[in-house]
């Protein structure tokens, strides 16, 4: 008698374990292949370096210098009010649908955030991460492309997961990486594209319905 009235206790123990683990614990779903995509080439007559990386934060756009006269144009998100920063880094990683680990201070805002969250398509960090410097900055992908080229995040630079896809394969881990709160008005002026569309066609898929609460948690 003694043995069968341990046994649901027993059982509960084993699966309280579990499921407080699979609540901190998040799968980022698949990991399909993302092809490549350049943007479109601006005139950007600078005296930056070629191979330079260069946020324009007020225009929300990202450069990546090809020479004196010409950069690539990204339209980007960037850190909301009381999250936007400024300085140099470089790019000290590059990984490919990263796992994201939400810092200790993002989760005291939001409780319901796991401590872990594997790479894929439903994972915040999208398909590709550049890490800048040992900061918890980084120019990342995101497959939540509707607020792109606007100010959401919470630091970090997100683009379209094509997007990033093809900055990495041009910035490589080194590569000089300058955050301005905004381009001097004359370089500005160079600039052709800042009105790029944000939205790139990609091949509809279905939304779990489950998965709606995660992405509404997950726009921080």
Known sequence: MFRVLLTPLVIALAIAPAAAKDKDKWSGGARPKIAAKAPPVTTFKSKYAKGTVILDTKRRRLLYVLSKTKAYIYPVSVGRQGFQWSGTQR??????????????????????LPIVMSGGVNNPLGAKALYLGSTLYRIHGTSNTAGLGSANSSGCIRMHNAHVTHLSRIARVGTKVVVLKALPKKLAKTLTGTSLPQKIAYAKKKKK?????RRSILSN
Do not use: D, G, Q, Y
Not at 92 to 111: C, D, F
């Open 91 to 112: 790019i000290s990683a590059v990984k490919n649908w990263p796992t994201w680990r939400p810092p200790a201070e993002m989760r005291l805002r939001k409780p319901k």
């Open 209 to 213: 319905k489950n998965l709606a609460w």
